[in-house]
């Protein structure tokens, strides 16, 4: 059992998760899992050291990492890719910024759908470009896209690309082929780049499906740079190994034209870590997404007896819950009162746009017994 957790180990895990607020605080934040390593990437971890395999790794293909994600990408999203469209990089982010920096002008807009994961707002703001919100509509039947709204945003001037959170963080939306074709007519209509950054792609519940922004049609693949890793699925952060892919005729051979050294070389533990994640990982995957398809619906009965008043609608992926605590009337920030009072420390709304005031991130990527000390303590701060 994934979520069959030593909580004495889980809260004494080195990292910022559980290190940041000490070890009476009970950490529901930053996108870290509670989980174990699994045993294949501890394995060919070791096995790596073991055979003394820490020097440098090959610049040139045949590189192993491009080829399990050409399969990968195949084999669970029926996409195909080839590896001289991936390119590697540390960490989505990074590629973000790289891809702001490649294929947008100075000065120009990107479209987020808020609210969104913060770094869509510091890279957009730090690459010297200016964030333009659409944001995401709360209907009866969950979240969705404003097209109205995107329509108009995105025929303005200045806007030169449209910014995707693909499944949504931390909204846990997933779009629909339907919203996909939407999405790339718009793009293709007013000449914008999408940028799909799909980290969440493997933790998505049924009956929702990923499907690659890029795989959905021809204008689809020359409009679209996609970004992702293994890292968040398989819970290795630390190990820094993300991808750029997009077959653009038109974008490819820009962000081909990076000084390789402002990327730098291969994260060899990285790769073989991604390798052995994407070609064992199949039904440690299924085995994840099932625990946490269970603390989804947990969560939601620990709420409705507990916190009757916070508004959640579980995610249809991730391991993230937006939590609407606006009826507790527990000001803008309610993060800050859940850790001053209840001891628990989740992420703060206001960090992920206007839209969050009021709201929290709840993590529950943990053991149901921990969700629920979570949810008590939340409870016994208001
Ligand atoms: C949507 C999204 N993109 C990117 C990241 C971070 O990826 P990286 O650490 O590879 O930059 C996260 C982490 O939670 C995320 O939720």
């Given at each position: 059992m994934i979520f069959d957790l030593n909580l004495e180990r889980v809260r004494n895990?080195?990292?910022?998760?559980?290190?940041?607020?000490?070890?009476d605080v009970l950490s529901a934040w930053v996108?870290?899992?509670?989980?174990?390593?699994p045993d294949f990437i501890k394995e060919a971890v070791v096995a790596r050291i073991n055979e003394g395999g820490l020097g440098y790794g090959f610049y040139?293909?045949?590189i192993p990492v491009l080829e399990a994600f050409k399969s990968r990408m195949s084999h669970a999203f029926d996409w195909n890719v080839e590896t001289s469209d991936v390119l590697r990089v540390h960490d989505v982010i990074q590629g973000l910024e790289w891809v702001l920096d490649t294929l947008t002008p100075p000065g120009s807009g990107i479209v987020l759908q808020t609210p969104v994961y913060p770094p869509f707002y510091s890279s957009v703001e730090g690459t010297g470009r200016n964030w333009v919100a659409n944001p995401l509509m709360e209907t009866e039947d969950g979240w969705a896209l404003d097209f109205d709204h995107l329509d108009q945003v995105a025929a303005r001037d200045d806007v030169s690309a449209l910014l995707l959170c693909h499944p949504h963080n931390p909204c846990g939306y997933v779009m629909t082929a339907t919203d996909l074709v939407q999405i790339i007519e718009i793009a293709d209509r007013n000449d914008l780049v999408v940028i799909s950054?799909?980290?969440?792609?493997?933790l998505v519940y049924s009956p929702h499906q990923h499907i690659p922004a890029?795989?959905?049609s021809d204008i689809a693949a020359q409009r679209t740079v996609t970004l992702t890793a293994a890292t968040k699925t398989f819970n290795m952060a630390g190990l820094r190994m993300a991808f750029v892919h997009s077959s653009s005729q038109q974008y490819l051979p820009q962000l081909k034209e990076i000084r390789p050294r402002m990327i730098g070389g291969i994260n060899g533990l990285g790769q073989v870590a991604t390798v052995a994640g994407w070609e064992q990982g199949d039904a440690w995957i299924a085995e994840l997404v099932e625990g946490l398809d269970h603390n989804r619906h947990l969560l939601s009965e620990l709420l409705s007896e507990h916190l009757p008043q916070v508004r959640y609608r579980p995610p249809?992926?991730?391991?993230l819950a937006w939590l609407d605590?606006?009826?507790?009337?527990?000001?803008?920030?309610p993060a800050e009162v859940f850790l001053s009072r209840g001891k628990v420390a989740l992420n703060s709304g206001l960090d992920f746009g206007?839209?969050?005031?009021g709201h929290v991130r709840l993590n529950f990527a943990t053991s149901p017994e921990m969700l629920t000390m979570i949810v008590e303590r939340m409870a016994s701060a208001v």
């Amino acid at each position: 059992m994934i979520f069959d957790l030593n909580l004495e180990r889980v809260r004494n895990r080195p990292g910022i998760k559980w290190e940041r607020h000490g070890s009476d605080v009970l950490s529901a934040w930053v996108a870290d899992m509670d989980v174990e390593v699994p045993d294949f990437i501890k394995e060919a971890v070791v096995a790596r050291i073991n055979e003394g395999g820490l020097g440098y790794g090959f610049y040139d293909e045949p590189i192993p990492v491009l080829e399990a994600f050409k399969s990968r990408m195949s084999h669970a999203f029926d996409w195909n890719v080839e590896t001289s469209d991936v390119l590697r990089v540390h960490d989505v982010i990074q590629g973000l910024e790289w891809v702001l920096d490649t294929l947008t002008p100075p000065g120009s807009g990107i479209v987020l759908q808020t609210p969104v994961y913060p770094p869509f707002y510091s890279s957009v703001e730090g690459t010297g470009r200016n964030w333009v919100a659409n944001p995401l509509m709360e209907t009866e039947d969950g979240w969705a896209l404003d097209f109205d709204h995107l329509d108009q945003v995105a025929a303005r001037d200045d806007v030169s690309a449209l910014l995707l959170c693909h499944p949504h963080n931390p909204c846990g939306y997933v779009m629909t082929a339907t919203d996909l074709v939407q999405i790339i007519e718009i793009a293709d209509r007013n000449d914008l780049v999408v940028i799909s950054d799909e980290i969440h792609c493997d933790l998505v519940y049924s009956p929702h499906q990923h499907i690659p922004a890029a795989s959905i049609s021809d204008i689809a693949a020359q409009r679209t740079v996609t970004l992702t890793a293994a890292t968040k699925t398989f819970n290795m952060a630390g190990l820094r190994m993300a991808f750029v892919h997009s077959s653009s005729q038109q974008y490819l051979p820009q962000l081909k034209e990076i000084r390789p050294r402002m990327i730098g070389g291969i994260n060899g533990l990285g790769q073989v870590a991604t390798v052995a994640g994407w070609e064992q990982g199949d039904a440690w995957i299924a085995e994840l997404v099932e625990g946490l398809d269970h603390n989804r619906h947990l969560l939601s009965e620990l709420l409705s007896e507990h916190l009757p008043q916070v508004r959640y609608r579980p995610p249809q992926a991730t391991y993230l819950a937006w939590l609407d605590c606006r009826e507790l009337d527990l000001g803008d920030d309610p993060a800050e009162v859940f850790l001053s009072r209840g001891k628990v420390a989740l992420n703060s709304g206001l960090d992920f746009g206007v839209e969050g005031a009021g709201h929290v991130r709840l993590n529950f990527a943990t053991s149901p017994e921990m969700l629920t000390m979570i949810v008590e303590r939340m409870a016994s701060a208001v």
